[in-house]
């Protein structure tokens, strides 16, 4: 399975590729496969993503899973502070508060 994963332009925010579009949260993540490059090419050209680039993934129980630490971190947060994780079922996750 491949992920697209890049970052959002305007709020620097981690997001993964829907399909349709962007979300920033991983259980969004549709599989690529060969296509990765061809899309990241396109939402970089269209300014809608910084650095956009495809990894490799697992799917589990709870939705696709990045195969790397590093990814998986941008995907769910923190490693040693799961109260900072992104969760994905919280209304809230998508809002700040300044």
């Known amino acids: 399975m491949k992920l697209l ?5 305007p709020t620097g925010d981690v997001v993964w590729w829907t399909g349709q ?3 920033r949260h ?7 496969g060969d296509g990765g490059e061809a899309i990241a090419h396109a939402e970089e050209g269209a300014r ?13 129980a709870e939705g696709p ?20 994780t ?3 079922a919280d209304p809230n996750a998508g809002s ?3």
């Open 5 to 9: 994963t890049g970052n959002d332009l």
């Open 21 to 23: 579009g962007w979300s």
């Open 26 to 32: 991983v259980e969004d993540a549709v599989d690529v």
């Open 48 to 60: 809608r993503v910084n650095t956009p680039y495809v990894i490799d993934a697992t799917m589990t």
């Open 65 to 84: 899973r990045p195969a790397h630490i590093k990814d998986r971190i941008r995907a769910l947060g923190p490693t040693v502070r799961p109260d900072l």
């Open 86 to 88: 992104l969760k994905p």
């Open 96 to 98: 700040w508060v300044i």
